[in-house]
């Protein structure tokens, strides 16, 4: 994955924060959108089965055999019009045939992440996009051959590489949560809170596209952190308004201190996803169709601190009108992070250490322990000392 | 620490008097059955404890709640509490228990007064006064030949428990079996022939004729068509849906005769152009349901605003569906009926309640804030008290318009919730300062609004006994039982 720009978050424009609502660990954080419009739409086309996918991967041309292997449980369907017509959402309506969807020895294949279903449709697989472009990092390997690497390593990269995560309805108290959620009159997202860290961001184009899509939160998936927590945590303080009755002379100061409470609750609410919507983040284009640009992103890799990587498509005025993110593992951040640091130092192992301020040995533990053994020789992981990360 | 003898009195005097308003709110609207936010599990064990302590703890209250007004479900359990365990009575609470629990069975649907009747025999209880009780309670069944019919199965487990003798041809209909004769009985005899003739079928109750004709795979329009004259008013406005799928439009109901939660219950149910299609009669028969019900127990009010919860949550459960958002309806339009002047502000705002659907977050607090600014002497909440946009919005403009705004208490704040909150062991308030007040029909505001004053915690449990005393002289009077001797 590559990088063409860098912005400080995803911001909020054309979005506001509304009321959290809590149930159990899980607050629901609804984002209202300011003007709907209707040139932008997004359906689902569920997968009956529960067979695994493949999705065959285009853009690495020199490498065509390279896919993508996951639980796929269903497909975004986006149609959009260039002129700000309105447009209507349209999922299930697409056949096997046209989502390009073929049996292959008892696994189905899918054709690309993304593909051009007809004029004005999009087909991708939400959070996905954003996984494979995760995956993908670095997945070349070692640009110079130094000798420490093993020889897979540098014919084939770092192929096979895996990560984990878990289905929402695994995430204990989500599926109560999301069953119990009000949808506002013109929600179109929502901030989802596990014991008040950040599990995921979700915004949709228009308000009936979330409103068919609220209960499919349960199908994406979530980081092992959020899993972990939801089990800790069994609740989570309300944000409940306080108003100080010294300070109140009337019933218009009464409803003013209740608007300013809820405000400060709205604004709370941002900065506790401040990570994503405030700090750094850094982009690849993947499509631009009309006058929205499909992206992925990544924030900056922090191992101390909490990471997201996701999807978006932005409109050109800078309007956010989809987004989904997910929140990385530590270990899934510190494997991010080695590679980086790797790459960065052109797969020197010795600079590489330096630059991280360890020793060479202590950088093979990591590495090791990381689960990145398999792209050094066997000799080299001999004789480490134990204990040193 | 010591406590003088007239503290720790008083103190268990309140006590008291708080665990019975806890009950008592309790016993309005918990059923036992799944709600939104919690399920049928979670509402069972709540409630079954709730019984379990008060009968343990205040035995001789807990039989006068009986007469409180509280729902037939929990009227069931409390006979079946009481029967269940009598052992260390004396005779003349014993007495007084019983009056209690016969005119409790007179008043139950007979459904219900068989099922708790029968649970007594579940917990292994068989003694004189149990028997006592079902010999009474069978004797005032107006027609025991149709309840032999109609109830066939729990009639017999009930005589099989109790041994006692039935006239005429019921025991020999009910133990050896109808083949093995003829009866000189026309119903037991229409019922023995509705096993060959289909004439006879449609002349049988429509719960036991159902059954046979779906063994005899009768036609469903067919059947319905024909049993239609049989049909009791709540099974008529139970199977409108059904008709209207078959086919069928004999089954016209009259909704000029149906209850107040019913009519709202049944409006719900039609789909939006319907409602809008039958505007006029279904606004009628809401405003008639009210009227009627007012004649029943008055209700005087001057200028009353009301604050309506429609949100997504008044969705209720396969259980009670849109049971909140129906009681709101009825609430309304007795409100209307009752007061001089009266205001309803719905949230989310509508401008039709009649077209009124679950949807939508719940924000209190804004609607509560127009409500006052009218100044009215009463400002009636219904919501399950689930307030989520912000979260506790209502509960805090209530106790600051109160210490602040309000001191002279001008204005009366009453928070009716018609969902039972398991964790609460109640319905869930929205703040102190505010009484709230379970509620399971939209008839029974009266009662509800009478018991205000307890659940505000402004009087004592003198006046609770008082008022439960009340009740009962008029619970034992309408169902034609002797009063008490215990009181004095």
């Known amino acids: 994955m590559k990088f063409d720009e860098t912005s400080q978050g995803l911001g909020l424009r054309g979005l506001q924060i509304a009321a959290a609502q809590a149930v159990g660990a899980v607050r629901l954080v609804p984002l209202l959108k300011e003007h709907v419009r209707e040139d932008l739409r997004l359906g689902t086309h569920a997968f009956g089965d529960e067979r695994p996918r493949a999705v065959g991967v285009r853009g690495q041309a020199d490498r065509p055999d390279v896919a993508y292997c996951s639980y796929l449980p269903h497909a975004y369907v986006l149609r959009w019009s260039s002129d700000g017509t309105a447009v209507a959402a349209r999922g299930a309506a697409l056949s096997d045939k046209q989502l390009g969807l073929r049996d292959v020895g008892g696994v189905r294949v899918l054709h690309r992440m993304i593909r051009q279903e007809g004029p004005g449709a999009l087909r991708f697989l939400p959070l996905h996009l954003a996984m494979e472009g995760f995956l993908s990092l670095h997945f070349g390997g070692p640009d110079v051959a130094w000798s420490e690497y093993s020889r897979q390593a540098l014919s084939h990269g770092l192929s096979p590489r895996r990560e984990s995560a878990v289905l929402g309805s695994y995430v204990h108290g989500l599926e109560d949560a999301v069953r119990m959620f009000e949808i506002h009159e013109r929600q179109v997202g929502a901030l989802v809170f596990v014991a008040d860290a950040l599990a995921a961001m979700v915004v949709f184009p228009h308000p009936d596209d979330y409103r068919a899509l609220h209960r499919s939160l349960v199908r994406d998936f979530f980081g092992e952190l959020v899993y972990q927590y939801a089990i800790l945590y069994d609740d989570v303080p309300a944000h409940r308004v306080a108003v100080r009755e010294a300070e109140i002379a009337d019933l218009a100061g009464l409803r003013a201190a209740v608007a300013r409470a809820r405000a400060d609750w709205a604004e709370f609410s941002g900065d506790m996803a401040g990570r994503v919507l405030r700090e750094p983040l850094r982009w690849q284009t993947l499509r631009q169709v009309g006058p929205f640009r499909l992206r992925r992103f990544m924030s900056a890799l922090r191992p101390d601190e909490d990471n997201h990587i996701g999807e978006a498509i932005v409109r050109d005025s800078g309007e956010l009108e989809y987004c989904k993110t997910f929140r990385l593992s530590a270990a899934q951040v510190r494997r991010a992070y080695l590679l980086e640091k790797l790459a960065q130092n052109l797969w020197d192992l010795a600079r590489t250490a330096e630059a991280l301020g360890v020793e060479v040995p202590a950088l093979l533990v990591r590495l090791l322990n990381a689960g990145f053994g398999y792209l050094l020789k066997e000799h080299v992981l001999k004789n480490l000392p134990t204990g040193t990360v | ?488």
């Open chain 2, 1 to 488: 620490m010591t406590m003088s003898a007239e503290t720790r009195h008083a103190a268990a005097a309140r006590v008291t008097c708080e665990d019975l308003v806890v009950f008592l709110n309790a016993c309005f609207c918990c059923t036992g059955q799944r709600e939104f936010y919690s399920d049928g599990h979670a509402q069972t064990v709540s409630i079954e404890f709730l019984h379990d302590y008060i009968r343990g703890n205040y035995r001789r209250l807990y039989a006068r709640t009986l007469a409180a007004g509280v729902n037939h479900f929990n009227r069931a359990r409390i006979v079946t509490e009481l029967l269940a365990s009598s052992r260390d009575l004396d005779p003349v609470e014993r007495r007084d228990e019983g009056r209690l629990v016969v005119a409790a069975l007179r008043s139950l649907p007979a459904p219900r007064a068989y099922r708790a009747l029968l649970a007594v025999r579940a917990r292994g209880v068989n003694n004189r006064r149990a028997r006592a009780i079902v010999r009474d309670y069978l004797s005032s069944r107006p027609d025991l030949q149709f309840d032999a019919i109609k109830y066939r199965g729990k009639l017999r487990d009930l005589i099989l428990h109790t041994h006692l003798r039935l006239p005429d041809e019921l025991g020999g209909f009910l133990f050896k079996g109808w083949k093995q004769r003829r009866y000189r009985t026309p119903l037991l005899e229409t019922f023995r022939q509705a096993h060959f003739s289909d004439e006879a079928l449609y002349e049988l109750p429509f719960t036991v004729a159902e059954g046979m004709a779906a063994r005899r795979k009768i036609d469903r329009a067919v059947f319905l068509r024909r049993i239609a004259p049989r049909l009791t008013a709540l099974e008529r406005l139970r199977l409108q849906a059904a008709a209207a799928r078959e086919g069928v439009d004999a089954l016209a109901i009259d909704l000029a005769r149906a209850g107040l939660t019913r009519v709202a219950i049944y409006l719900l149910s039609l789909p939006p152009v319907e409602r809008r299609e039958r505007r006029a009669e279904l606004q009628a028969a809401l405003d008639g349901a009210a009227r009627r019900c007012l004649r029943e127990a008055p209700l005087a009010l001057g200028r009353v605003a009301a604050v309506l919860d429609r949100s997504y949550s008044t969705t209720g459960s396969p259980d009670k569906p849109r049971r909140s958002l129906a009681v709101a309806l009825g609430v309304d339009a007795l409100l209307r009926a009752a007061s001089a002047e009266y205001m309803s502000f719905w949230t989310p705002a509508i401008e039709d309640p009649l077209m009124a659907g679950p949807r939508g977050q719940t924000d209190l607090a804004g609607p509560l804030l127009d409500a006052l600014e009218a100044r009215p002497d009463l400002v009636v909440i219904v919501s399950d008290g689930f307030d989520n946009d912000p979260t506790g919005g209502a509960g805090e403009v209530c106790r600051v318009f109160k210490a602040r705004l309000d001191p002279a208490g001008r204005t009366t704040i009453v928070h009716i919730n018609p969902v039972f909150d398991a964790p609460e062991l109640g319905p869930r308030r929205l703040g102190p300062g505010v009484p709230t007040l379970g509620l399971r029909d939209a008839e029974d505001l009266p009662t509800a609004l009478a018991f205000a004053r307890f659940a505000a915690g402004d009087l004592s449990l003198a006046d609770l006994e008082d008022y439960l005393a009340r009740r009962v002289d008029v619970f034992l009077r309408r169902a034609d039982v002797a009063p008490l001797e215990g009181e004095a």
